[in-house]
Nanobody, 121 residues
Framework: QVQLVESGGGLVQPGGSLRLSCAAS????????MGWYRQAPGKERELVAHITRDGRSRYGDSVKGRSTISLDNSKNMVYLQMNSLKPEDTAVYYC???????????????WGQGTQVTVSS
């Protein structure tokens, strides 16, 4: 079994910062990539940021220049630092991992339960 557990969400004022964390645990053999997606009410889930095991990263257009994703391979954790937050950043943020688990012959995607981020004064 593999679990992804997010933390760090909450209420933040416009212009503020937030750091999200996600820990992957369980029978993990190798993680190919991890990322963050978000979904606001009435909208589709969208990419926030994605990073590969070797450090290649990409960002959604809406957060470019305001966010930084990082990966700690030794701890199977991914972090998202978000700055200059705007009300439109309000959403549920989901952690995603492309990984190989023990007992499964191929890489597949796993998702966390999500953490709410609300940007409001």
């Amino acid at each position: 079994q593999v679990q992804l557990v997010e933390s760090g969400g909450g209420l933040v004022q416009p212009g503020g910062s937030l750091r999200l964390s996600c820990a992957a645990s369980g029978n993990i053999l190798n993680i190919n990539a991890m990322g963050w997606y978000r979904q606001a009410p009435g909208k589709e889930r969208e990419l926030v940021a994605h990073i590969t095991r070797d450090g290649r990263s990409r960002y959604g257009d809406s957060v470019k220049g305001r966010s930084t994703i990082s990966l700690d391979n030794s701890k199977n954790m991914v972090y998202l630092q978000m700055n200059s937050l705007k009300p439109e950043d309000t959403a549920v943020y989901y952690c995603n991992a492309d990984l190989l688990a023990r007992g499964i012959s191929w890489y597949r995607e796993y998702w966390g339960q999500g953490t709410q981020v609300t940007v409001s004064s």
